[in-house]
């Protein structure tokens, strides 16, 4: 489980972001749209690091 910082852009969309995954960033028109993407950025981006065998950040 990771943390998500939530909150409203600047073009009405919603911002994602995972501040443990450096540079994880999602959007999407609704909350709960937004909140979709990132998780879908975040298995993205952790398969993406394990497939380049580089460390995965607070992995423990």
């Known amino acids: ?8 852009g ?8 995972c501040p443990s995954l450096p540079g994880c960033i999602s959007q999407g028109p609704s909350r709960a749209a937004a909140i979709a993407n990132i998780k879908e950025a975040i298995a993205l981006y952790i398969s993406t690091l394990v497939d380049d065998g580089l460390p995965v950040p607070g992995k423990g």
Do not use: F, K, N, S
Not at 1 to 8: A, E, F, K, N
């Open 1 to 8: 489980m990771r943390q998500v910082i939530l909150y409203p």
């Open 10 to 17: 600047e073009d009405g969309y919603w911002v994602a972001e």
